[in-house]
Every structure is written in C-alpha cells, then in structure tokens.
C-alpha cells in the first residue's frame, strides 16, 4: 500500500499528460476529472488504511520498490517508512489535497490547457508523499527536489503572462539557494554517519559517534534547506510572488505541500537536533523573526492572496519556534490544524476572486456577506481558527507553542509570538471586515459559483473549527493525544495549569483586540493604507527587501555575466582555444608542405630516413 500511496499519483500524472499532449484542443473534462480527482481520493483511502494499521500496534511499516544504488557498502533503495510521524503527515496531505483537487475541478473548468493543469497536480502531490514516505535521505531528497519542480510549473502556469514565469523563476532559484545547503548537510551526513547504513533509522542508531561541531553544521546546513522550502528570513521573497498561479495551486503548497516540507524535514531529523540545541534556538529565533516580519506585512496588503500568503510565513514562523525549541509534537500540531484553515482561506478567497471575475483587491470589495454567505461563513470560522480564537483549532496548536517558549525561558522568542497573534487577529479580521462587512464602492455582478467549489469549504470548516481537540491538553481536560502518538524526542517541561490558563488567555485578550481594532477601522468603510508616513510606505513596499536583494546579489550577479561575456570570454577563454587553433593549423601548413605527393621528397625523406638511423647505429657502435 506505500507503494501504490506514492507510485500511484505519478502514473495518473503520467496518464494525465500523454492524454492531453495527444490532443491539446480536445474537451476531456469528464476524462480528466475522474483521473485527476478519483487519484487522491483513492491515496486518502490508503493512508487511512496505513495510519489505522499503525495506530493499532505496527509502530513503522517498510516497504521496498526496488534498489537503486549498490556500489560496495552503498546501498540506496526506492523504499518507503510509514512511522507516527509520516501517517499523521500523509493523512491530512490526501485529505485535504483531495478537497484541493475537487475545488480544482470547478475553479479550472473552463481552462484550455486542464488536462494539463491536473497532470502537474497529481504530480505535486506525488511529489509531497515521496518526501515524506522516503526511508533515507536520498529518496527524501528526490522528493524534495520534485516538489521545487512542481511549483516552478504550477506558479508558472499561466506561461503567456512574462510576470509569471518571472514569480516562478524568482520560486525555483532561491529554493536551490536552500537546497545547496541541504545536499551539502547530505554529504556531510553520508560521509560522517552512515556507517550502520544510510536509512533514518539507522543514522539516528549512530548518531552519536559524530563530532558536536560537525554535528551542528549539519544542522545549520538542513535548516537552510529548510529556509527556502518553508519560506522563511531570508529566502522568503518568492512566496508572495508564488500567488501568480491559480487559486488552488496556491492552497495545496501552502496547506498540503512544499511549505510544511521544511518544518517536516526538521522533525524527521529530530534526532540530530536534540543534540545541538543551540541550532534549535537558532532556528527558532528565525522562525520568530519570520512570523512577526511576515504579521506586520500582512497588515498593509490590499491583494487578498499575498495577505494569505505572507499569513502562511508567518504561521511557519510559529512552526519553526516550536521545532526549533524541542517541542517537535506541537510544530507538527499546528502543521496539521493550520492545513485545514489555510486551505479553506485560500479555497474561499479564490472563490471570492472568481465570483468577482477575478478582482483581488480587498478594498474594491465589500458587502459580500449577503451575496456569499456559505463562503463567509467559512473565511469566519477559519479566520477564528488563525486568531487563535477557542476552541477553534488554531487556538489549541499556537498555545502550546507559546507556552513552549514562555516556559522554556526563551521570553524575547514568546513575546514576539505573542505579538505576532495580535497582529494575526488584526489582518485576518481587516481581511474578513473589507471583503463581507464594508460597504461596497460599486455594485456586485457576481458570478455563480460551482458546488465543488462551495461544498469542500464545508468540510474543511468543520476540520478547522475542530482538529484542535486531537491536542487538547491536560489544563482543559484533554490528554494531548496528538503529542502521546506522535512519540517525538520533545524537551520535557513541567507547566502548571495556571501558567497554561494566564498565557491562553492573554492570547486570546491580544486576539479579541487585534479583531477589535479591525472592526472599528474596516467593517464599515474599509480603505486602503495610504502612503502618509514613512513606515507605512516601507511596509507597503514590503522593508524593500526585493529591492536590497537586487542591488546586492542580482545587479552584481549580472555585472560579473557581462564581464564574462565581453572580456573574459572572448578574450580569454576564447583566445586561449583561438591560439589553440593557430597552433594547429599551423602544424597543418607544415605537414601539408611534406605532405605534398612528389615522389622525389619522399625518397629524400627516406634517404634522410636511413641517413639518421645510419648515423645512430654508428655512434652506439664506436661507444661500445
């Protein structure tokens, strides 16, 4: 079943692509839908089927395609692991791809090139469970690398737009940035840990025999591979920019795949950090500097899709706190119940911008809440679950993360996540009051949504206002199953009820004033942020950042290519293959004028010939 959980999406994308190469102009919606749909379905069954397997005694599962490198005690596998963690991952990236793929169905419909568009969407999906099912390094590493591949397509699928190819190249060439460091972290590990094997499970068995230091540029070096991938300071640039693909593409990379990857990678290797927990404050200080950078952005967009976006940077931010301070259990925690609200977000925003034909703009919006209700509900119910709003889900996973680092001491890492959920409850609710309370600047000729589109945000509604109890805690009257079946190496710490009820409760304070302050500004006459201060236009334009990485990088980047192409090319490289060349025509003149058919030279050349060998044979005789 692993192996049909993984193989299986990439032989429906296989499928999905001769079909529609075959006849690029043909109508086979029914065709596509079913394969396109009917595959992740099937995948969510299996992983159902797997998760219910190990939850009832087989801890991890293995399985093995085939091999694929044998070269002496190197030994590379196509196999698979269904361990705690892997089964928890794979549950809701199925599930909710599932609901992605359906809404996908609708929202594409009239898309030329949709045969296409579902190829690449099985391909991403397959692409994600190869990553997190891989037994070893390598294979995750393949997995890794695909991911990148697919978003590069999917962000750049509307091709005849230079803008999206530019966003999609912009995603591709930083996340090899992160990957360079990732591979680097792989050859390190081989070279220094794979004496029992080159598997996780038989890395952690030796992990010990590694030096600290070593050990630790290891770590650095995965969590720049996880930087690109998740999308936090400093490769985070491409993320907003990744909104130029469809609605769905951008829900499945910001709920199922690529931008979990990273905080998955990090837990996966576990093992590695728990010893060098001075990388994890690292880590998690990034993570906190990411979500509250990415809170305060947020909070002066006016497209409703980078608003969600850079809201996805931020809630990894909290991800990376949790891992980065050994509480792996609660970054996967919230990896999960933010999976649900932030699918249902971006599913209902696009819903939003289809009824609208399009329009993205926050403020050219307003009272939809009539016209929209199913969609409204929903945005609502997820955009509690993002405030951190009990029992909503997204309160019970960000507590824990909190509370992990106000106990652990680490107060500058909490306070800046306890700011960053004022700021979250403020843009999430601006969002919400511009689009369905704020009185509308022109009058609404909607478009008619499809029930795959309106009927997944029901499901994902019901997911957001509730996956938050699989993690309730002992304080209110849970048993943190999530965290007991995980069986993470998390950092054991002792936190009274009390301390649990005074930090739930100040977030929810901070929450309720973040919702507050947006109702008073924005649920009647919502505008737009003008440029009337400096730090407002430095927000607007995002600190500048694109801007800085340009002068710094791209322009002296592109100098170096024009001095290579001008001078060092031609003048160089060439020259030296030039003076190469001279040389040998030369020595070609040269031969050519022996080389010249008169019998009267080559019986000089022989006579010359024997003249020489004559001479040689005299002089070795004399010497003797």
């Not at 192996?3 to 999406?9: C, E, F, H, K, R």
């Not at 596998?77 to 169905?105: E, K, P, Q, W």
């Not at 590694?210 to 969590?223: Q, T």
Request: with cysteine; proline share 3%.
């Amino acid at each position: 079943m692993l192996s049909i959980i993984v193989v299986l999406p990439f032989f429906s994308a296989l499928l999905l692509g001769i079909v529609y190469l075959g006849n690029t102009k043909a109508k086979r919606y029914t065709f596509y839908t079913i394969i396109g749909v009917g595959t992740p379905m099937i995948m969510t069954l299996l992983s159902f089927i797997v998760t219910y397997q190990v939850i009832n005694g087989s801890d991890t599962l293995h399985t093995t395609l085939l091999q694929w490198i044998a070269i002496g005690d190197l030994n590379i596998s196509i196999a698979f692991m269904a361990d705690r963690l892997s089964v928890v991952m794979i549950s809701f990236i199925t599930f909710i791809g599932t609901l992605i793929h359906i809404y996908a169905a609708g929202y594409m419909k009239e898309d030329e090139a949709y045969g296409k568009f579902f190829a690449y969407f099985n391909l991403f999906m397959g692409s994600m469970l190869l990553l997190v099912l891989s037994d070893n390094p390598i294979m995750m590493f393949v997995g890794w690398e695909l991911v990148g591949l697919c978003s590069y397509l999917l962000i750049g699928f509307y091709h005849h737009d230079t803008a999206n190819i530019t966003a999609a190249n912009k995603a591709f060439i930083l996340n090899r940035v992160g990957d360079f460091g990732f591979i680097m972290a792989l050859a390190l590990l081989f070279v220094h840990g794979a004496e029992g094997g080159f598997t996780f499970e038989a890395i952690a068995t030796h992990i010990s025999a590694i030096d600290p230091e070593m050990l630790s540029l290891i770590g650095i070096l995965l969590f720049v591979g996880a930087m690109g991938k998740s999308a936090q300071i400093p490769l985070y640039v491409w993320l907003p920019d990744a909104m130029a693909g469809p609605t769905p593409v951008s829900a499945l990379i910001h709920a199922a795949t690529m931008v979990t990857a990273g905080v998955y990678m990090v837990a996966r290797y576990s093992f590695i950090y728990v010893e060098i927990p001075d990388v994890g404050i690292f880590i998690a200080s990034i993570g906190a500097a990411s979500a509250l950078f990415a809170a305060i952005i947020a909070c002066y967009q006016s497209d409703i899709k980078k608003i969600l976006a850079y809201s996805t940077m931020s809630q990894l931010g909290y991800m990376f706190i949790a891992v980065g301070l050994g509480a792996y259990s609660a970054g996967i925690f919230h990896v999960f119940t933010h999976a649900f609200f932030k699918a249902l977000l971006f599913m209902g925003a696009g819903a939003v911008i289809i009824a609208l034909h399009h329009e993205q703009n926050i403020f050219k919006m307003g009272g939809l809440k009539k016209h929209l209700k199913l969609v409204y509900i929903t945005m609502f119910i997820a955009t509690l679950a993002i405030s951190g709003i009990p029992p909503f889900a997204g309160f019970f996973s960000k507590d824990a993360i909190l509370v992990t680092a106000f106990t652990s001491e680490h107060y500058i890492i909490w306070g800046m996540g306890t700011l960053t959920a004022l700021l979250t409850a403020f843009y999430m609710f601006r969002m919400l009051f511009s689009v369905f309370h704020a009185q509308a600047k022109e009058e609404h000729k909607l478009q008619a949504l499809p029930k795959t589109m309106t009927q997944p945000l029901v499901v994902l509604a019901i997911g957001a206002a509730s996956a938050g109890f699989l993690g309730l805690n002992e304080a209110y009257g849970g048993h943190a199953l999530i965290n007991t079946f995980l069986s993470l190496p998390d950092m054991k710490l002792h936190v009274s009820h009390a301390t649990e009820y005074m930090l739930g409760g100040l977030n929810v304070i901070l929450a309720l004033l973040g919702m507050g302050l947006a109702y008073t500004l924005f649920a009647k006459n919502a505008e737009e942020a003008k440029e009337n201060t400096r730090f407002k236009s430095l927000v607007i334009h995002t600190f500048y950042i694109d801007e800085l990485y340009d002068i710094l990088i791209v322009k002296p980047l592109l100098k170096i290519s024009r001095l290579i192409e001008n001078i060092i090319d031609p003048k160089i490289f060439d020259g030296f293959i030039n003076l190469n060349i001279w040389g040998y025509l030369q020595s070609a003149e040269m031969f050519g004028t022996l080389q010249n058919g008169k019998v009267r030279y080559y019986a000089l050349y022989i006579l010359v010939g024997l003249s020489a060998i004559s001479c040689y044979m005299l002089i070795k005789l004399e010497v003797l």
